[in-house]
């Protein structure tokens, strides 16, 4: 058998193989597309709500390529979410109407007030503020009394939970929740922007504060970075100083000694109360 016979054999044998793989594949069961069961609401879940888990039931699976699409939530991972919008019986719920509640109001703990003010860029660290900054706020303006020029510290250790550029976001975002975690992610696209408005997080009666000195005493801002974020900016109150014998120069020994016992028997009694009548009043 020669080389020219063995060669012809090898190709018949190549092609029977290949024909048999290609039966095959047509006859092979054809792998079933990853699904996802997706959120939809039960009841009527109003603006602001923090979803639970009564609020919510599963919907029809859905091809997980769908999900990412539309931004669709798995059932078991849109409770703690918060509702953005009227979601109204029935409805899939996906990152539009529903996202982290820091995603909503910028912040998850619901008792910090959430509060904005603009200043230059050269006011705002050159514009390069970013969420997570802690940052001293301070004012300054002019005395209309006196016309003379002053800065206050208006409220130190400020939390930067948002910027913008004049409202408008510094960087673009799209939401997209993972279809298989449910995490909440976003796809960051466009150039970075300037930072002139800031967002801070703080207590409602600091929040009053920044509102009184920017808008009602009109003062100028001008913010900076903490110096160092993990100091605490209350002070222990500095203890009364104890109150000291009157000194008694002049006098001899034996005299100076007893007006002092005076003073302190003095200081020390009690001044007596009025005296409470049978109705619970004093006469």
Request: hydrophobic residues 45%.
């Amino acid at each position: 058998m020669n080389s020219r016979t063995l060669l012809i054999i090898l190709l018949v044998f190549l092609l029977g193989v290949g024909a048999i793989l290609t039966i095959a594949e047509l006859f092979k069961t054809p792998a079933t597309p990853a699904s996802m069961t997706p959120a939809i609401a039960a009841v009527q879940i109003e603006p602001y709500t923090v979803i639970t888990q009564d609020m919510i039931k599963a919907g029809q699976p859905v091809r997980q390529s769908v999900a990412i699409e539309k931004g669709l939530y798995p059932a078991e991972a849109v409770i703690g979410k918060m509702a953005t919008d009227l979601i109204t019986p029935n409805t899939l719920i996906n990152g539009v109407n529903a996202k982290p509640i820091e995603e909503v109001r910028f912040v998850e703990d619901l008792g910090l007030e959430v509060v904005s003010f603009q200043a230059g860029v050269d006011r705002l660290v050159g514009g390069q503020l970013r969420p997570g900054h802690i940052v001293n706020l301070y004012g300054f303006g002019r005395d209309e009394k006196t016309r003379e020029n002053f800065t206050v510290m208006v409220e130190p250790r400020l939390w930067v939970v948002n910027v913008s550029q004049s409202g408008r976001d510094v960087d673009s975002a799209t939401p997209q929740p993972d279809p298989e975690t449910g995490e909440y992610k976003e796809t960051i696209g466009g150039q970075m922007g300037t930072a002139t408005l800031i967002t801070v997080a703080t207590k409602p009666q600091n929040a009053m504060h920044i509102i009184d000195s920017l808008g009602a005493q009109g003062l100028q801002a001008w913010v900076t970075l903490a110096a160092n974020q993990t100091v605490d900016f209350t002070r222990a109150a500095t203890p009364a100083a104890t109150a000291k014998a009157p000194a008694t120069p002049g006098l001899p020994l034996d005299l100076a000694l007893t007006a002092t016992a005076l003073w302190k028997q003095i200081n020390s009694t009690p001044v007596a109360g009025p005296p409470r009548t049978g109705f619970g009043g004093s006469r």
